[in-house]
C-alpha cells in the first residue's frame, strides 16, 4: 500500500520526465525550430511562437513545472516569440521555469546557467505613453538581449530589453538587469550593479 502511495504522490513528476519531452519536441517541430542533439525539456511548457524563428544547440536542458526542480515549485516555463522575433540558445545551456518574451532577439551562448523562474523580456509589453496604451501597442519600446557565454543568471531574475551580459559573469538571486553588465563579474541588486571582479 505504501509503495502505491508513493507512486501516486511521484506522478506528476513521472508525467513531466515522460511524457512532456516528446510533446515539446513536436511542438517546437511544428514551428520548424532547429533543435541540436540532445534537447531535453521535460515538463509543461507555454508556447507562443507567432512566426518567430528558435534555434538551440545541443544538450540543451529545460525543466518546467511540478516535480522537475524543487525552487521552481509548480511555475511553468514559458516562451512567447512574437512574428519575426529571434530566440538562439547556445550548447550546453540550462534553464529552469524560465519565462521569455522575444519581441527583437534574444542571443543566450554556451554554457549558461538561467537558475529557476528568470523572466527575460527584450520588449516594455506596453507603450510609455498613457494615450497610446489607452488604444493600441503602438510605440512600444524594444532592444535584442545578449547573455554571453559561461553567464550564471540567479534565481528570480529579470533581464530586461536591450541587456548585454558579459562572458563568465554572474548574476546574483532576484536582481533585475537594467543596464548591461561586463565580462568577468559578479553583479546584484535591483537595479543590478557590478558589486565584484572576478579577474
Not at 525550430?33 to 544547440?57: C, F, M, R, T, Y
Not at 523562474?117 to 527584450?122: E, G, S
Not at 551580459?165 to 550593479?193: E, F, L, M, Q
Amino acid at each position: 500500500m505504501k509503495s502505491i502511495i508513493v507512486k501516486l504522490i511521484n506522478l506528476p513528476s513521472t508525467l513531466s520526465i515522460k511524457f512532456y519531452p516528446r510533446i515539446n519536441r513536436m511542438i517546437l517541430k511544428t514551428h520548424d525550430a532547429i533543435l541540436g542533439k540532445n534537447v531535453q525539456i521535460p515538463g509543461k511548457v507555454s508556447w507562443s511562437i507567432w512566426g518567430g524563428k528558435v534555434l538551440i544547440g545541443d544538450n540543451f536542458y529545460f525543466s518546467s513545472g511540478s516535480g522537475v526542480n524543487p525552487i521552481a515549485s509548480n511555475l511553468l516555463g514559458a516562451i512567447y516569440l512574437e512574428k519575426g522575433a529571434l530566440l538562439k540558445i547556445g550548447n550546453n545551456v540550462g534553464m529552469s521555469s524560465t519565462r521569455m518574451w522575444v519581441h527583437d532577439s534574444v542571443t543566450i551562448g554556451d554554457n549558461v546557467k538561467v537558475g529557476a523562474c528568470v523572466l527575460i523580456t527584450d520588449t516594455d509589453a506596453h507603450p510609455l505613453d498613457y494615450l497610446a496604451r489607452r488604444t493600441s501597442n503602438d510605440g512600444t519600446k524594444s532592444a535584442p538581449i545578449v547573455i554571453e557565454d559561461d553567464v550564471w543568471v540567479g534565481a528570480h531574475s529579470i533581464i530586461l530589453k536591450g541587456v548585454t551580459i558579459g562572458a563568465r559573469s554572474i548574476i546574483g538571486a532576484g536582481s533585475v538587469v537594467t543596464k548591461s553588465i561586463p565580462a568577468d563579474c559578479v553583479a546584484a541588486g535591483n537595479p543590478c550593479r557590478v558589486i565584484k571582479n572576478l579577474k
